[in-house]
């Protein structure tokens, strides 16, 4: 549309013009003695208008020839650059491919001649450690570095990354360290610095990272509870030295996490270590009335490490209670092989008897068979014993 336009205005002027030459009479007069030449008008426009035209070509071509340096050199950094961006395209597709060797290659390609020399070098130095060439990797992280402040923190978080992926945790925490503020507002910064403490064991931090993930809701909630579980189960290992500690450390975990299964556990077993039976009966019994729990109610049983002049006045104490709780129960067969338990702790062998046998026509257990076949072997019948030793070597659970 634009073009049709011109030639409609050009053909227009053309028109026009030669109306005006026909119509007007006037002419020009150049005179330069001896000399005297005179034209029309019109020609004389004609002429001045070409003359103007080439004029104005041949000052555009001299332009043109002055900036043709400046011209070739910015091409020539127009490709270098579209270069530079094609080896950075390929560098990364590579590195996503798998085909490491190939995304170093072209990263450092990039490194060489791109606008963004800090990010080649970061996907070289993922390259690098891929192919394990740890030295490479360590020049190439070096060079990202000198990108300045912006590339501090892609820095820093892929130097965490990288370590994390070797188990070097320690490194790994002092890099993500090093990011401050910015990196205690990132998630995937904690979530690598909950790893690293994970790592090294430190569960008082690790406690702290998996409650502030979780409440960013930046973590699975099973995943979240596994390392809160997991770390309070470990805190509880370290204060396990005294018993004053361990009941320290025990008031300090939250009420939802001490009647957690695992947890309970735990406590239960390193305060019998300790020799703190109340205790621990106050644990397992306190976790067992919010969660019924299979692991909990067979520690309840367990009073293996007691001296044997506290543990029957202790068996006696928990035989009561579990006797309350089979009342609800009656056919729970962990409880009643935990009841017969402790009726053998107690000396009370008919009712140990009675309980395991219970317990069995229930369920079938190893742990049941291999209670009741020593109980026999005490009392001195060898051939059930035996009967029940076969069993429980039988019995997969």
Known sequence: MRTLLWLIAVFAAAVALVIFGRASESYALFVYPPYRVEISLL?????????????????????????????????????RLEGAQAAFSAALLALYEGRYARAEKDAAIAFESGTTPGLAALIAARAAHQLRNFSQRDVWLERAAGGGEKMK????VTRA??????????????????????GRRQIASLRMLLRAERGLGNWEEVLRLAMLLSKRDAIAPGLAEEYRIQAQVELLARAAGDQGQLERRWRMIPAVDQVHPRVATEAARRASTLGAMGFSRQILEQALEVEWSSPLVSSYGDLAMVGERERAREARQRIERAEK?????????????????????????????ACLEASLSFEESRSA?????????????????????RRAAEVTA
């Open 161 to 182: 990354a990288l370590a994390l992926e070797e188990r070097d945790y320690e490194n790994a925490r002092a890099a993500l360290r090093q990011l401050g503020d910015t």
């Open 325 to 353: 709780w089979l009342l609800k129960r009656t056919g729970d067969p962990q409880l009643l092989a935990t009841l017969g338990q402790l009726c053998q702790y107690a000396e009370l062998w008919g009712k140990a008897e």
């Open 43 to 79: 020609f004389f426009a004609v002429l001045f208008a070409a003359a103007l035209g080439l004029l104005y070509f041949f000052l555009r071509t001299f332009g043109h020839l002055l900036a043709l340096p400046a011209y070739v050199k910015a091409y020539r950094e127009r490709r």
């Open 153 to 156: 923190s892609a820095q820093l």
């Open 369 to 389: 068979h291999l209670a009741l076949a020593r109980l026999l072997e005490r009392l001195g019948r060898g051939s059930d014993a035996q009967h029940h030793f």
